[in-house]
Each structure stands twice: as C-alpha cells, then as structure tokens.
C-alpha cells in the first residue's frame, strides 16, 4: 500500500517548487520509488524534477478521439487505448516517475480520461511506496474524484491574509466533497522576515492541522525556479530543505 502526498493551494505560492524538493527528499531518504503526479494543466514539475514530459493525459485523451475508430476495427477498446496511451506517458527516471495530466487539446471533458487515470493511478500505485499529487490551484483534481482518500494533505499559502484565508476555505472545501485525510499539514512559504504571522496560528487551530510549517524565501530556490533548474541540485544545507526533510520525518 502506497503512502499518498496531495500536494494543493492557491496558484503561484510554489507548491510545484514544495513538491519536487519533496520528492528528491523521500528518493535521498531511501523511500523510492516514487510516483509523481502532475496535476496542473499550468504546472512544470518535470522541469523542476529535471525531465521532459512528451505526453500528458490530455494529450492521449486527443489520440485516443482519433484513433478510436480504427482501434475498434482492430478489436481493441476505447479504453485499452486509453490505457495504452497513458502508460505511454509515463517518464521513468532516477528514484521516480512521472506522469503529467497536461490539457485537453481540443473541445471535450476529462471525464473519460479522469476514469481511466484514476484506476491507473491505483494500479500504479502498488508499485511505488509514496506517491505525491502536485495539484493545480484549489481542490479541482481532489474534486474530480482522482483521488479521495489521502494520507498527507498539505495545504500551501503565502503570508498574506488573502492566501492565509484561502488557506481555510481549502479546508472547508475538503469537509464539502468528503476528501479524506490522516494528516494535514498546512504550510506558509516565503517568509520574509522568518515569522509566521498570527493569522496563520489561528487557521491552525481552526483546522485542526497537525503541523504549521513556516517556509522562508530563499535566494538560492527562487533562482532556480526562475530557471528551471531542477530542485535535486539545490544545497544539501539549504534551510528549506533542511525544513521539508523536518516535515518528512516528523509528518509522515
């Protein structure tokens, strides 16, 4: 049985940037392989993990409408195809793999795809014993139903009142669409002078959260998200790493 990360909060307050120093974490700390899943159609956690994804599921979702028919002839499944075509998407590197949801390429839902992808993940997942969920902004792909039950959820704001408060509004959504979880982290990234503010002690306790992580803006990690340089590479004495190896060891 995997162990799930849904890694989710509001857009730009780097939760791709959380998740992939996440990830190097658990694979440096003996925990590989790991699966990780990129959720956000507007996401770049390959670059971040230092890979190149060449398909995603929206892009097989596209295959799969036109090659339907001929697949048919040939005695093979809409969803065998689709299948197929996910599995193909899959990027095998280093201590991890990577899958990348990416965006429909034309008119249509994800319905279908998200079916598909759920059940792959679950297949999937026997083979890895942590799987991290970069999300896109809010709780979309959670609400979708890709995946309900979770073992870590952590929640990434920055210090502002408006990210801070969207902080509790995540958390209310997780009660409304019965999203289950053992722990709840909620973390407040880029700090500027090093102090969690009140109103995130408040939410806190608010939430029941088992632990507020405060995270400080950092030269080093801010450059290489600028860059698009992959976070394996970031200072083994990094204070932000120093603090996710914290929260692995502490929280998971």
Do not use: W
């Not at 120093?21 to 699966?35: A, E, N």
């Not at 969920?133 to 959820?153: M, T």
């Not at 009660?175 to 102090?195: A, D, F, P």
Request: charged residues 25%; glycine residues 6%.
């Amino acid at each position: 049985m995997s162990y799930l990360i849904a890694v989710t909060g509001k857009g730009g307050v780097g939760k791709t940037t959380l998740s992939a120093i996440l990830i190097d974490r658990l694979i440096k700390k003996d925990k590989s392989p790991v699966l990780a899943i990129d959720a956000d159609p507007n996401s770049c956690l390959d670059s971040a993990l230092g890979v190149a994804v060449l398909k995603t599921v929206g892009k097989a979702r596209e295959e799969v409408r036109d090659e339907a028919a001929e697949a048919l002839a040939n005695g093979i499944s809409k969803q065998q195809l689709l299948e197929l075509k996910i599995s193909e998407s899959l990027v095998e590197a280093s201590g991890f793999d990577l899958i990348s949801m990416g965006r429909p390429e034309g008119a249509g839902c994800y319905c279908f795809a998200n079916s598909v992808l759920k059940a792959i993940i679950a297949e999937l997942s026997d083979s890895y014993p942590y799987v991290v969920l970069d999300n896109e902004a809010g709780l979309e792909n959670l609400s979708r139903r890709i995946v309900q039950k979770v073992d870590l959820l952590v929640l990434v704001s920055d210090p502002s009142n408006n990210g801070l408060n969207t902080l509790s509004r995540l958390h209310e959504l997780t009660n409304e669409m019965q999203i289950e979880y053992k722990k709840l982290v909620l973390v407040v990234n880029r700090l500027r002078n090093g102090r969690l503010p009140e109103r995130a002690q408040q939410i806190k306790e608010l939430t029941n959260a088992d632990f507020l992580i405060g995270i400080p803006d950092d030269e080093q990690i801010a450059d290489f998200s600028e860059n698009n340089c992959k976070m394996s590479d970031v200072d083994e004495n990094n204070p932000v790493v120093k603090i996710i190896d914290d929260m692995i060891n502490n929280a998971i």
